[in-house]
């Protein structure tokens, strides 16, 4: 790569003058009052961007855009294969629809800060009540609509809403999924108790309301107060997301306005090469960090037209569904996960279901899990189009490592996600927090101050910020993911270094399973490793030893524990499997060995360290896996 790229003219300007670089990208903005401080460091461990900017970011996601004169441009495009219904919302029409909605919560109390849970399927109404909230400066919480009552109960614990917005249902491939007993039993299960709760009803499945505190969405609507924008800090909160971490406990993602709008619009241009007008579909979910960024607010502050699709790759009815959308809508880039097309191509490997015209397709992005090269070279080989690999997560909102394609297409190395995108300075440290050399594999860290757009805080908890995030490696930002950076810069993610697993491009954590699973009555200990799934790409697999003198039947146990963790989770956690072992491979100190159970898995060639407890414990685990066909080919 040569040194005076664009590339590294953008990525050095952005280390080196972070204040000029991010003071520029906030000028792209329209401030209430535009910002003069850039990046401020508040203690040891604390940044702000833009302390002094005031702004609103529905405002810069539909009213801006109104005032550009493109009211008349879609905004939004809702397809919904699975109700047979396809929808268009001019920016006008959604920020009627906002502001009406607004005036809805407005009516309930909601003010500046307060939260606001939001509990939906993949319909409009769930962007409409995000950007209703943002537009009252108040604080959303999406909760992903497959998450069990559980689930929504620890997290409405922790967020404390005010209120909840929810619908009557939401429809999987072939089955409907009653949303409102979900939501009235994790209100039950929880401590705090929201004011109200509004529903949008589905003609598919009405619910029960409770009468004092749940209203009918499209009633209250109806009679609502359209509710303008309220300034906020560039500081104040825009939204809390739960993601996994290595505890049972899910960690509350606290996102800045500010430094969010500026640093989505940035990624919107220098990585996505989006630009006003673009047809931007990223086929995810609002209850996932990339449906936040880049269904939501990253294309619209750029006044591209989104596409919210509720449907599957595959199934809803076929395996062309992806090519369809992008045909019929003019998709111009298109973001999936990988699993979406390994899903694709099992069925339909051949892609003969691709028969439509593209053309205006660009570029296909991809993220949520490592893209395996035999995919990306399925999917480069049947559409001849530009497919890129970036990696992030849900702390740092926006691209960490990218092909930085509105900069310069840089030459793609299968496997790697190319290179720090500008504001990330990636480092690859050992176990001491030493930078290692190049093509050496280590821990993946980023160097602080983190660029704008990046987790603030954890909610309610700082010190879980500040002991997860910054003490394992003093001066940086520990990712949770290894990896190395070859001889070109070119980063390669190799997994996770923690508890985390990715299912689907899900985000799990094995040690909540764990959690779950040490809770049946027969199990004295276990542990919950990730192991390989062809389409899903990782899979959780339990091993449990049975308490003394308790007889119980594998299958009958493992059918247990599978309805246990699908209740206490969701399906999505994929939780199939379970094996009665007699002992685990533990450290002297009593530590299980996962590490090594996962390079078993794997299939892996894997040392025995000398710490280890019983060694035997190895073949005879080794052994069940095999019969029971879970170790990987290598
Ligand atoms: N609401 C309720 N239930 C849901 C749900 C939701 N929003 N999403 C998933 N589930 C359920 C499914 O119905 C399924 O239940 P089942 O075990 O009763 O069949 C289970 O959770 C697993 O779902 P899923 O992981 O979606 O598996 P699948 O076999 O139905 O589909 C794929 C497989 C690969 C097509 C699908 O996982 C997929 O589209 N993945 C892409 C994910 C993605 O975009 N991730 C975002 C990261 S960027
Ligand atoms: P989430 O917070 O749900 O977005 O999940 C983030 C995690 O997904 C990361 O820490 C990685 O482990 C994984 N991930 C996301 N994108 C990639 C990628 N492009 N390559 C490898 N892993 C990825």
Not at 470 to 480: E, H, I, N, T, V
Request: aromatic letters at 10%; a negative charge.
């Amino acid at each position: 790569m040569s040194t005076s790229s664009h590339y590294q003219q953008h990525y050095q300007a952005a280390i080196n003058t972070p204040d000029a670089f991010w003071q520029q990208q906030a000028a792209r903005l329209s401030w209430y009052k535009t910002p003069h401080n850039t990046l401020q460091q508040q203690d040891a461990d604390h940044y702000q961007w833009f302390s002094d900017g005031v702004l609103n970011t529905a405002y810069l996601a539909l009213d801006y855009h109104i005032e550009q004169g493109r009211g008349e441009q879609t905004a939004l495009i809702y397809d919904s294969p699975v109700t047979n219904t396809k929808q268009r919302f001019s920016y006008r029409a959604l920020r009627d629809e906002v502001a009406q909605f607004a005036g809805v919560l407005k009516a309930l109390g909601v003010t500046k800060g307060d939260r606001v849970v939001i509990y939906m399927p993949m319909i409009p109404q769930a962007a409409i009540a995000m950007l209703a909230v943002a537009r009252l400066g108040a604080v959303h919480s999406v909760v992903f609509g497959g998450f069990s009552a559980h689930e929504l109960a620890l997290r409405i614990d922790d967020a404390c809403p005010k209120v909840i917005v929810s619908a009557s249902c939401g429809i999987e491939i072939s089955k409907l999924i009653a949303y409102k007993p979900l939501l009235d039993d994790a209100i039950n299960k929880a401590s705090h108790k929201p004011g109200y709760c509004v529903i949008y009803q589905r003609p598919q499945l009405r619910a029960d309301m409770q009468s004092g505190r749940d209203l009918d969405w499209q009633l209250a609507a109806a009679k609502a107060e359209p509710a303008g924008c309220v300034p906020v800090k560039a500081t104040d909160p825009l939204y809390v997301l739960y993601t996994s971490g290595t505890t049972g406990k899910p960690k509350g993602v606290v996102r800045d306005n500010g430094g969010h709008a500026v640093a989505l619009n940035y990624s919107m241009q220098a990585v996505y090469n989006a630009k006003a007008g673009d047809v931007f579909w990223a086929a995810s979910d609002v209850g996932w960090v990339v449906g936040h960024s880049y269904i939501m607010y990253g294309p619209l502050i750029t006044g591209c037209t989104t596409v919210l699709y509720e449907g599957k790759p595959v199934f809803t009815p076929d395996a062309g569904a992806f090519w369809r959308v992008c045909a019929e809508y003019g998709v111009n880039i298109l973001f999936a996960a990988p699993t979406a097309f390994r899903a694709i191509r099992k069925e339909d490997p051949d892609a003969a279901l691709q028969r439509y015209d593209l053309s205006a397709l660009h570029t296909i992005f991809m993220a949520g899990e490592r893209l395996d090269p035999a995919t990306y070279d399925w999917v480069s080989e049947k559409l001849q189009k530009p497919v890129i690999d970036h990696w992030w997560q849900t702390e740092t909102g926006w691209p960490i490592a990218a092909n930085p394609t509105g900069i310069e297409l840089m030459p793609v190395k299968p496997g790697s996600s190319t290179l720090p995108v500008p504001g990330f300075n990636v480092q690859i440290l050992d176990d001491n927090g030493q930078q290692l050399r190049a093509n050496e594999q280590g821990y993946i860290a980023l160097k602080l101050p983190l660029p704008p757009g990046c987790l603030t805080t954890i909610w309610g908890n700082d010190q879980r910020f500040v002991d997860g995030y910054l003490r394992s490696f003093p001066g940086y930002y520990a990712s949770g993911d290894g990896g190395y950076i070859d001889q070109d810069g070119y980063l390669f993610v190799m997994g996770r270094t923690d508890d985390v697993i990715n299912v689907a491009g899900h985000r799990l954590s094995t040690g909540e399973m764990e959690q779950i699973v040490a809770s049946h009555p027969a199990i004295a200990e276990c542990c919950v490793i990730g192991i390989h799934e062809p389409i899903k790409g990782q899979q959780p697999l339990a091993l449990v030893l049975i308490k003394n003198g308790i007889d119980v039947d594998e299958t009958i146990l493992e059918a247990e524990l599978v309805a246990m963790v699908r209740q206490e989770i969701g399906a999505l956690a994929c939780f199939k499997q379970a094996i009665i072992v007699t002992r685990l491979p533990k450290t002297r100190s009593g530590k299980i060995l996962r590490k090594l159970l996962r390079q078993i898995a794997a299939g892996s060639e894997y040392s025995v360290p000398s710490t280890i407890d019983d060694p035997a414990s190895l073949p005879e685990i080794a052994a069940l896996m095999h019969n029971r066909g879970l170790v990987s080919p290598v």
